[in-house]
């Protein structure tokens, strides 16, 4: 089976947070598979700067990184291959919304007989839940554009039941299928730096009006001062810059630290007591979920699909608009934060698996390759 997966950018482009990541261990566990040939085409794309570029990383399967030259993702090199890129694959596996590889990559699967993964990566359900969402008119004009260009065999992949019914609202008929991002789970538990009569809240991901900091920094100003804030990630820098003034006046009680992987984001994890990210939108929220990998248990908000945290007993999952945010964080800090982590860490490593993950990728991509019409001829 011959699987091409389409994205605007690719790994190592860690910039744009946790969808890297999730398309990134979608990729590797599919490309294991004994009987698939996967290729990815994607731009150079490392950031919002035209001359942000990655350094390709070898990887088991071949990556082409057409040369970006403007916007998010506009490269002429990636929209030249994407017909014999499409000729050539058994399934397209297309993950960007709102980006300028969508149409073309719809279009030409829909002439060339070719069906269709969509992962929208949350920007619908984003578009749907978050007032503040730009472009409004814009993007109903390309889903429109999007629905007319489609394959009949197109298959919306969404990651929880919140973000698919969100998702149809902006696209209307089209099916869907639920499967939930994995998580890296560490091999040992994690051992907390803990700081007796201090609780050290932080959030990591890409810095976003939606993802509520700026709330978030405001609890942190009505909290006492044994509470503190540390803030993991990159983002659009006028944003990034209106949130180091408000870090500023808050005396050193919110440290701003940029993007962080690898060890350094495991160190990150060991240096909290509890992750807060009080977001307005999250079509799944990876950083939610490395967060509880790492032993450490999350408040979050109805607007993300962890409601299940209160019920596992690993954390909150609040309405931002009717709770107080204060008084949920200090709260929270009076539990036992070490066992909610740890039945948060059993939680992800029971039901987040890049096994059950792929699995479920693989039965999808066969049954769609399986039951499509025939098809024009490469």
Not at 79 to 93: F, T
Not at 241 to 247: F, V
Request: proline fraction near 6%.
């Amino acid at each position: 089976m011959k699987v091409l997966h389409i994205t605007p950018s690719y790994y190592p482009a860690t910039y744009w947070g946790g969808p890297i990541w999730s398309t990134k261990a979608i990729c590797d566990g599919i490309a294991a598979l004994p009987d698939v040939d996967l290729r990815v085409l994607t731009t150079d794309a490392a950031g919002p700067q035209v001359n942000d570029r990655v350094q390709p990383t070898m990887l088991p399967y071949p990556v082409h990184y057409a040369r970006r030259i403007a916007g998010h993702s506009v490269a002429p090199g990636l929209l030249a291959r994407l017909p014999s890129a499409i000729a050539w694959a058994d399934i397209v596996h297309l993950s960007a919304t709102y980006s300028p590889p969508v149409l073309p990559s719809l279009g030409l699967a829909k002439l060339l007989g070719k069906p269709v993964v969509w992962s929208p990566r949350g920007a619908l359900q984003a578009t749907a839940d978050w007032a503040g969402a730009p472009h409004q008119h814009a993007k109903q004009m390309f889903e429109k554009a999007a629905n007319m260009l489609r394959p009949a065999q197109t298959v919306l992949h969404v990651t929880a039941a919140q973000e698919g019914a969100q998702s149809i609202r902006r696209l209307g008929d089209i099916t869907t299928v639920t499967i939930a991002n994995s998580v890296d789970i560490p091999a040992a538990n994690l051992v907390r730096n803990r700081v007796d009569g201090q609780c050290r809240l932080m959030v990591l991901g890409r810095l976003h009006p939606k993802k509520g900091l700026i709330e978030l920094f405001d609890a942190v100003a009505q909290l006492p001062d044994v509470f503190s804030l540390d803030v993991y990630g990159t983002g659009d820098a006028a944003f990034t810059a209106a949130l180091h003034d408000k870090a500023a006046q808050l005396r050193g009680r919110v440290r701003m630290h940029g993007h962080v992987d690898g060890a350094a984001k495991a160190a990150a994890f060991a240096d909290a007591d509890l992750f807060v990210l009080p977001s307005h939108s999250e079509n799944f929220g990876i950083a939610v979920a490395e967060a509880m990998a790492h032993s450490l248990p999350v408040l979050t908000t109805t607007a993300t699909p962890w409601a299940e945290v209160d019920l596992v007993g690993c954390g909150r999952c609040i309405d931002l608009a009717q709770a107080d945010l204060v008084q949920e964080i200090m709260d929270l800090s009076q539990r036992d934060l070490i066992a909610m982590g740890a039945r948060a860490r059993d939680w992800m490593r029971r039901d987040f698996s890049a096994e059950a993950m792929v699995a479920a990728f693989a039965v999808l991509y066969r049954d769609m390759v399986a039951s499509e019409p025939a098809r024009v001829s490469a």
